[in-house]
């Protein structure tokens, strides 16, 4: 652990995190562009995670996204999540975390006011605008549920490719990332936008900008320090100090 990345933690008066699928890697996740196991290895993820997607095969995408809730309870928070929610604790007024990811890890891990920038795989919408006979605890069971009434589906409360991020998590997201003195990127591709932009955001700003990833990314060059490794590895020894 080089430690001029932990000089740059200790000595930061706030710090912003982005994190991506690779942090629940170790939770036994499998990562957003990891080939889908199983019967999932057939299509692709850019396909399925979209409203098309989701119109022209309606129960595919539904029992994706069932088969990724149903994996999802039965895991754990690993010493990634566990690491950054306790020097919240430790710190309360220096850190944002701000992540891409749907799986609700960070909050079971303790993490507390997370900026969940593409929603939460557990909620469950309306595809079409809700009429008044819309009632989600009145949903009539089925591969999506649906309205009886007016055949309204439900979907996942995701943000699919193609739909705006939720407003309040962005306009957190990016003055976090402007006024950090130091951004860790943990577990990205940094592949999707306009997610992956608050790295740029933050070294542009002047922010010390340090990416930890098993592997190159391409936030690798945007970064003034990539540590290649594990999250739950390398997050325990950064954030320790
Ligand atoms: C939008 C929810 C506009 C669904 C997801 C430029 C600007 C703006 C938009 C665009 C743009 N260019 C292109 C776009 C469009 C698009 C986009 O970015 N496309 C990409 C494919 C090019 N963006 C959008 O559509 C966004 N919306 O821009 O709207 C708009 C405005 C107004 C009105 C209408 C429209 C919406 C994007 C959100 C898509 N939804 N998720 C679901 O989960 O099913 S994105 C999905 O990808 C997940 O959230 C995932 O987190 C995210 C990013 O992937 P990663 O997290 O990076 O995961 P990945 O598997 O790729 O990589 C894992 C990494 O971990 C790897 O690097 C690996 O090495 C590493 N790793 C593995 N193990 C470990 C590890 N690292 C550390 N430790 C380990 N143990």
Redesign the pocket.
């Known amino acids: 652990m080089p430690h001029t990345a932990i000089a740059w933690v200790r000595n930061a008066r706030r710090i912003a995190v982005l994190t991506?699928?690779?942090?629940s890697?170790?939770s036994g996740v499998p990562?957003?562009?990891?080939a889908q196991t199983g019967y999932w290895a057939q299509f692709r993820?850019?396909d399925m995670?979209t409203e098309a997607g989701f119109r022209a095969h309606p129960q595919r995408v539904w029992d994706w996204?069932q088969h990724r809730r149903d994996l999802l309870a039965g895991v754990s928070p690993n010493a990634?999540h566990l690491a950054l929610a306790d020097f919240q604790r430790r710190h309360p007024d220096r850190i944002t975390l701000i992540t891409?990811?749907?799986d609700g890890l960070h909050q079971r891990a303790g993490s507390t006011g997370v900026l969940c920038l593409?929603?939460d795989?557990f909620q469950d919408r309306w595809l079409d605008t809700p009429r008044n006979c819309c009632f989600l605890d009145h949903a009539v069971a089925g591969h999506p549920p649906y309205c009886d009434r007016c055949g309204n589906l439900v979907r996942p409360g995701?943000?699919?490719?193609?739909?705006?991020?939720p407003l309040a998590a962005l306009e957190a997201a990016q003055p976090a990332a402007r006024q950090c003195d130091v951004m860790l990127v943990?577990?990205?591709?940094?592949?999707?936008?306009?997610?992956a932009?608050l790295a740029q955001l933050a070294r542009t700003a002047g922010a010390r900008v340090v990416v930890?990833?098993?592997?190159p990314?391409a936030l690798d060059e945007t970064a003034h320090a990539v540590l290649r490794?594990?999250?739950?590895t390398l997050l325990p020894q950064l954030l320790a100090a």
């Open positions: 991506g699928a690779g942090i890697a170790e990562t957003f562009r990891d993820p850019e995670a996204y990634g891409q990811n749907v593409h929603g795989i995701v943000v699919w490719f193609g739909e705006p991020l943990i577990g990205t591709a940094g592949a999707v936008y306009p997610a932009g930890v990833n098993t592997a990314s490794g594990a999250a739950g």
